[in-house]
């Protein structure tokens, strides 16, 4: 399908940037969404915020922040 999410991929900087990934959608329920794909593995920083936001856009993670526009990938 095209289905798609953004990720936060840090550079040999240090700086994130944002990487579209194609992904398939698995079990659905009313609050979460299983995402299947070999490009995501836990720990990676899912960005949920992504209505202004193109692929390669630089992002700010703020690990300390309670209310992010970004997931920890499980």
């Known amino acids: 399908g095209n289905d798609a999410?953004?990720?936060?991929?840090?550079?040999?900087?240090g700086v994130?940037?944002?990487?579209l990934v194609t992904v398939e959608i698995g079990l659905e329920t009313d609050y979460e969404i299983?995402?299947?794909s070999d490009k995501i593995s836990a720990g990676m920083y899912v960005l949920t915020n992504t209505t202004m936001?193109?692929?390669g856009d630089v992002v700010?993670?703020?690990?300390?922040?309670e209310e992010s526009d970004v997931e920890v990938a499980e």
Not at 5 to 13: G, T
Request: net charge negative; aromatic share 8%.
């Open 16 to 19: 994130y940037h944002a990487k």
């Open 53 to 55: 936001l193109s692929d």
């Open 60 to 65: 700010v993670i703020n690990e300390n922040e």
């Open 34 to 36: 299983e995402i299947i």
């Open 5 to 13: 999410i953004y990720i936060a991929e840090k550079d040999e900087n």
